[in-house]
């Protein structure tokens, strides 16, 4: 009985799955290791209407394309009395095309390191 409970007949019926994240980082690129460093990072985006957008950094594609996480909105008003309106919008997708600007929030130290074009 206490044979049967512990055997299973599917238990190794199956091979251990490749560890994919492993052999991804293996083969990456030089530019896929450095857009993976900004990963996580606060950014400040601006689109060419005139507004800027402050968020984590979630996911950049082939294309340019941004997604910020816990996205704010900054806007200038004329008509009120503070000189931005803003406004929390979460996930946020912000196209290549439309994108003017695009600053990384982290010390010097880190600029450089993300500047340098050897590493």
């Known amino acids: 009985m206490e044979g049967e409970a512990t055997d299973d007949p ?3 019926s199956c091979p251990d799955p490749p560890d994919i994240r ?3 980082i293996v083969s990456e ?4 290791s450095r857009a993976r460093k900004l990963l ?3 950014m ?8 800027f ?4 950094l979630h996911c950049i594609d082939k294309q340019g394309n941004i ?4 996205a704010v909105e900054y806007r ?3 008509r009120s009395q503070s000189p931005m309106d803003q406004r929390c919008l979460g996930l946020i997708l912000i196209p290549a095309a439309c994108r003017s600007s695009c600053h990384v929030d982290c010390s010097i130290t880190d600029q450089m390191s993300l500047l340098c074009l050897n590493r």
């Open 76 to 78: 200038s008003i004329r």
């Open 67 to 70: 997604i910020l996480q816990d």
């Open 29 to 32: 690129s030089p530019l896929v």
């Open 44 to 51: 400040l985006v601006g689109v060419k209407d005139g507004r």
């Open 40 to 42: 996580f990072r606060r």
């Open 22 to 24: 492993e052999s991804h």
């Open 10 to 12: 599917f238990r190794n």
């Open 53 to 56: 957008f402050t968020g984590s």
